[in-house]
């Protein structure tokens, strides 16, 4: 059995690799990546605050266990995603690749495109290739997001959802109302993946990831760190917060703060992801709403004010500034993730992997001091 991880030196991807090296003793791991995700960073002017090793390095580390090879390569180039699945005849593949910023997307005009391209493209190779080398009985299994949904005033289901009009009935895919030029790359994602099951048979997970929290797992840690970012452009809302909470910078709520949003622990995520590479017998297009439910921002803040004085002894304030984002401001955001919870089982609680964030990043104050002007846009600096 061959698996091919996608997007594998990323934030996600790096955990899931090592929990795949340590989970599949007798398979064939493949990790594959272009290390875009450390240039679209290091261009926006920021960096990790968990230093991470080189990679080099890293490729020397996960090929020292014997199974794992990590290959360079840009999935936008039909030469390589080819070469990719005809040498290594994949069982599966968890494509974790993508440029995966919003914030990032909506910049400018050649950011939208690049999104677009970058995250398409890459998508679509891979489905090719699958077809063209004849092995469409390989498990799909893809990061989206719970973002293509947009914000209903309905709970949102798995995927889909059953319709009636003017008499008749069918349960179709969920309406796309992405709010952001990267979360509709993931729609589209979403139109070509289902349409390669329903034409060809692949078999494919469709996972809706949440907004992922955490700095570790128990693979990736110390010099196997995975990386955190904390700027306005890839740092997630949590991320943001627990790093301006740790220097004492007021934790800064857009608008209102009343919009209910996913969340999902890294834990969680990766465990998701390798329990899907397990399963076996694989033929339909399911879809899994990665998230332990929803949780309005003021109260993630709040949350994370509670944290900060728990775990550093520090008392923070919260400010709220104007909201720079297209968006509702006050939304309850009701999520359905049953397919998810039969897949973890109990999730990990939120606040267990904030305080693991505390615990992880407190030695580094300092570059994250030096990096505090990357928190917020322009324009809505303390």
């Known amino acids: 059995m061959t698996i ?38 290091e261009e926006i002017g920021c960096v990790s605050a968990n230093p991470i090793l080189s990679p080099a390095e890293r490729r020397k580390k996960v090929e020292d266990l014997g199974k794992v090879s990590f290959v360079e390569g840009d999935l936008i180039s039909k030469e390589f995603v080819n070469m990719l699945v005809r040498v290594y005849q994949p069982d599966v593949i968890i494509h974790l690749a993508a440029q995966p910023s919003a914030p990032y997307s909506q910049i400018s005009w050649e950011k939208a495109v ?20 004849k092995m469409l009985d390989a498990h799909f299994i893809a990061a989206t997001t719970t973002g293509v949904y947009g914000a209903p005033e309905y709970p949102i289901p798995e995927g889909f959802i059953e319709v009636e009009y003017k008499g008749g009935k069918d349960i179709v895919p969920h ?3 992405a709010g952001s030029f990267y979360h509709m790359s993931k729609c589209n994602d979403i139109n070509n ?9 692949l078999p494919v997970s469709d996972v809706r990831v ?5 700095a570790t797992t128990e693979e990736a840690k110390g010099d196997m760190a995975t990386r955190f970012d904390f700027d306005f452009y890839f740092g997630v809302v949590t991320h943001r917060f627990c790093a301006q ?13 009343l919009q ?5 622990t ?9 329990e899907l590479a397990k399963k076996k017998d694989v033929d339909g297009y399911d879809v899994y709403n990665q998230t332990l439910g929803a949780v309005k921002i003021v109260e993630l803040a709040e949350i994370i004010r509670e944290a900060a004085e728990e775990e550093i002894g520090l008392e923070v304030e919260i400010k709220h500034v104007p909201n720079p984002r297209v968006e509702k401001e006050e939304h309850e955001m009701v999520i359905e993730n049953d397919n998810f919870i039969k897949l973890v089982g109990k999730p990990m609680d939120l606040k267990e992997a904030i305080g693991d964030i505390f615990r992880t990043i407190e030695d580094r104050k300092k570059i994250i001091e030096s990096y505090k002007d990357r928190f917020l846009p322009r324009g809505l600096e303390k």
């Not at 209910?260 to 999902?264: L, Y």
């Not at 890294?266 to 390798?274: A, I, Q, T």
């Open 4 to 41: 091919i991880v996608t997007g594998a030196d990323g934030y996600v991807g790096w955990p899931v690799l090592l929990r795949l090296a340590e989970t599949f003793h007798d398979e064939r791991i493949v990790g594959v990546d272009n290390f875009a995700r450390r240039r679209w960073v």
């Open 114 to 133: 690049y999104t677009q391209y970058n995250n398409n493209v890459s998508t679509l190779n891979l489905l090719w290739a699958l077809k063209e080398n």
């Open 175 to 177: 309406p796309h109302m």
């Open 193 to 201: 993946m289902y349409l390669a099951h329903k034409q060809w048979g």
């Open 210 to 214: 949440a907004i992922v929290t955490g």
């Open 245 to 257: 909470a740790l220097i004492g910078y007021p934790i800064t709520v857009y608008g209102k703060g």
């Open 260 to 264: 209910g949003k996913p969340f999902v």
């Open 266 to 274: 890294l834990e969680d995520c990766v465990k998701s992801f390798v």
